[in-house]
């Protein structure tokens, strides 16, 4: 911990401590997010379908916004790391070739709108909320148990 002698040097690590805070509580969150894809969309069989784990692999927590006093932690899908096989029509790639439709693959799965695209009947027309459920959790509690861990590990004493 800092030495603090005047009201601004306090404000300073305050400003601190709530940024640190809040890129341990993105990580964390970026872990509960997972936990609901597995939970929601890895835990249905998929047959003869190969799974990628893309977008698993591909949700991140991405650096703090930080203007002025404002701070914010980003978390989503990197679509970057959400890859197109068209030979095994993977995340709908031969359907929308040459488009990329990675930008829309975590919206479909959440919300359950592939339509009739990989067949008529199956577990893939149903949403599988992942996002819904974590967001949930976090206005429900977790985004300040999360906030609290992290200040608690600085050492400082929250209530």
Not at 68 to 84: L, N, R, V
Not at 87 to 108: D, L, R, V
């Amino acid at each position: 911990m800092a030495i603090i002698r005047t009201y601004s040097q306090l404000l300073i690590e305050l400003e601190k401590a709530k940024n640190i805070a809040l890129a341990k509580s993105a990580e964390k969150t970026v872990e509960l997010v997972k936990d609901q894809i597995n939970k929601e969309v890895y835990s249905e069989p998929e047959g003869t379908y190969e799974r990628t784990w893309d977008l698993y692999n591909s949700m991140t927590d991405f650096p703090l916004e930080i203007k002025g006093k404002i701070s914010q932690a980003k978390i989503a899908h990197d679509t970057d790391k959400i890859g197109t096989n068209v030979e095994k029509f993977q995340h709908a790639s031969a359907y929308w070739s040459p488009w990329n439709y990675s930008n829309y693959i975590a919206e479909t799965i959440n919300l359950g709108l592939s339509g009739s695209l990989f067949g008529t009947s199956g577990h893939w027309l149903s949403p599988k909320p992942y996002m819904f459920n974590a967001q949930t959790q976090m206005v429900n509690g977790k985004y300040k148990l999360f906030m609290m861990q992290s200040l608690i590990g600085m050492g400082y004493d929250v209530r």
